[in-house]
């Protein structure tokens, strides 16, 4: 299995990016999830959705602002991010899972298989 993060770079704030994540040799129902980590700091959850896109999830953090999205066609989920911040600025990892988790356990990084390389995202003030 291999995800392929792309579309990171720098933004002004307030201003958009979106991001790309294309996945292949992976088959079935999965979760598809963005997590992040900026310098200094530890990883963290962004948003989630399943194979259907019934169920979403975001740290609240960035709800209102980011869009997680899926073409299961193409194998490759999007975060489309709005009214960024400085402090989104960051390396944004996408990762996929095929666990039958509920709920929260598909925000931790833990349940998750299989991660990209990053994509860096820099918002400037």
Known sequence: VQLQASGGGMAQAGGSLRLSCSASGISGSYYMGWFRQAPGKERE????M???GGNTFYTDSVKGRFTISRDNARSTAYLQMNMLRPEDTAV????????????????????YDYWGQGTLVTVSS
Request: net charge positive; hydrophobic share 40%.
């Open 45 to 48: 959850f962004v948003a989630a």
């Open 50 to 52: 399943s194979w259907s």
């Open 92 to 111: 944004y990892y996408c990762a996929a899972h095929s666990r039958a988790l509920i709920g929260v356990s598909n925000t931790k990084g833990g349940s």
